[in-house]
């Protein structure tokens, strides 16, 4: 089990950028595959970008491709989501999950494989 933090969430006018953070608490953070997932309301979690542990392998979801970058400081323990050019569709409530016992490269993408979640973080874009 990984224990995550998520911060940065806020609210913010379309156009503008927040970047989320994810806290790990486990030392073999290096071999975890992270993800970002969201969640708006009346609507299921979707999956948003994807990292291996590597950190040579990224995986978006379309509607973000071109705004959004997912990174990873393993020396921090971290993940990071940096989001650009927000929309109002944007809005919701951003997790962060890890993975363990993956490749070095591969990118999980379904939310039920997992194992681990933080306790999300709200993002809020005003039109």
């Known amino acids: 089990q990984v224990q995550l933090v998520e911060s940065g969430g806020g609210l913010v006018q379309a156009g503008g950028s927040l970047r989320l953070s994810c806290a790990a608490t486990?030392?073999?953070?290096?071999?975890?595959?992270m993800g970002w997932f969201r969640q708006a309301p009346g609507k299921e979690r979707e999956f948003v970008a994807g990292?291996?542990?590597?950190?040579?392998?990224?995986y978006y979801t379309d509607s973000v491709k071109g705004r959004f970058t997912i990174s990873r400081d393993n020396a921090k323990n971290t993940a990071y989501l940096q989001m650009n050019s927000l929309k109002p569709e944007d809005t919701a409530v951003y997790y962060c999950?890890?993975?363990?016992?993956?490749?070095?490269?591969?990118?999980?993408?379904?939310?039920?494989?997992?194992?681990?979640w933080g306790q999300g973080t709200q993002v809020t874009v005003s039109s």
């Open positions: 486990r030392r073999s953070f290096g071999t975890i595959a």
């Open positions: 990292i291996s542990w590597s950190g040579g392998v990224t």
């Open positions: 999950a890890a993975r363990t016992g993956v490749s070095s490269d591969y990118v999980p993408t379904s939310a039920p494989t997992f194992g681990s």
